[in-house]
């Protein structure tokens, strides 16, 4: 998801004219056609960040995603702040993408730019009141819970990747530091000898591992019935098929992330899933063909897989020019 994502240059503009004018408390930004993309400039009504917060209500929707950059810190390069709105009820595809590609926005705008990063799933979390709990929160240093901790090992490996580091133990190269078992990789590197077409991987959130679920042999169109529509999971299939005679038998690298899932567990998936492929491949030493991903292994399908390697053609239809006016 994260690739091909980048700033429009509308963007760019807005957010020189919020560094530049004081008139205005932030902005608002969406992702649309893989663009960043500034959606509402928010006026600076009042000299108090606080009171400008009560615009957020009217301006964010209940089930949509939004970037939002806020000036918080007056007369300071680094005076700005950006919140990842993600709330529970938006689009599972779009709960995704704003999650994984929050990096690239302060990236693209300039890191030095934004004092803090915040995450937030409801309105509420953007009042004057919720950031005095992340404030009070920041200062006393408590212990993180499972979630808060879970989204700082997120920021802290988004950052990583960006500087193309990977932390000591790190079997992903992009995303999370999450070290994947013996086993998994031991039944990945048996995939291609052809007792078994299908490998399940899933991340233990609280173990921090991604972890060997099972392997089984499956025709395409049981996809469905062998793979959770409750939970994430990652999904590598043997797909066998001929071409002009010839037997082939790519790797296929199916990811699934259920609408029940909880939104940390899909935040992890969605940023994991690019450096899961990688390790796969180096470590052991398969060639992943194709990626699909879906909500919901229904979607998934004999035809699905099928059409990765043998595209539908278009039918061009004859435009039929309509008939001029005249006498019959």
Do not use: W
Request: charged letters at 25%; a negative charge.
């Amino acid at each position: 998801m994260q690739s091909g994502i980048s700033a429009s240059q509308e963007l760019h503009k807005a957010f020189n004219e919020l560094v530049s004018s004081p008139s205005q408390r932030g902005v608002i930004v969406g992702i649309k056609d893989e663009r960043l993309e500034p959606l509402q400039i928010i006026p600076s009504t009042s000299p108090d960040f606080s009171e400008d917060l009560t615009q957020l209500a009217s301006l964010l929707k209940e089930n949509e995603a939004a970037y939002i950059i806020l000036r918080r810190y007056p007369n300071t390069p680094d005076g700005f702040v950006i919140v990842t709105y993600v709330p529970d009820t938006a689009n599972v595809r779009s709960k995704m993408l704003f999650a994984s590609t929050r990096l690239t926005l302060a990236r693209e705008l300039g890191t030095e730019r934004f004092r803090e990063t915040l995450f937030a799933t409801t309105k509420v979390e953007l009042t004057a009141e919720g950031f005095t709990k992340h404030d009070a929160h920041g200062a006393q240093k408590a212990p993180l819970t499972e979630e808060e901790q879970t989204l700082q090992n997120v920021k802290a490996a988004e950052a990583e990747a960006s500087l193309g580091t990977m932390a000591r133990s790190s079997h992903i190269e992009s995303g999370i530091n999450f070290p994947i078992s013996a086993e998994a990789l031991d039944a990945l590197r048996g995939l291609q000898g052809g007792s078994y077409n299908l490998v399940q991987l899933r991340i233990d959130v609280p173990r921090e591992t991604i972890e060997y679920l099972g392997k089984s042999t499956i025709a395409p169109e049981g996809f469905a019935d062998a793979v959770s529509d409750k939970e994430p999971r990652y999904s590598f299939f043997r797909y066998q098929y001929k071409v002009e005679g010839k037997e082939e038998v790519p790797i296929v690298f199916i990811y699934t992330c259920p609408t029940e899932s909880k939104v940390k567990e899909r935040m992890i998936y969605a940023t994991s899933r690019l450096g899961i492929t990688r390790i796969v491949e180096r470590e052991a030493g398969l060639e992943v063909a194709k990626k699909i991903e879906a909500s919901n292994p229904v979607e998934i399908t004999a035809s699905t897989i099928g059409e990765e390697f043998h595209p539908k053609k278009e039918e061009k239809v004859a435009f039929s020019r309509p008939k001029r006016p005249g006498k019959r």
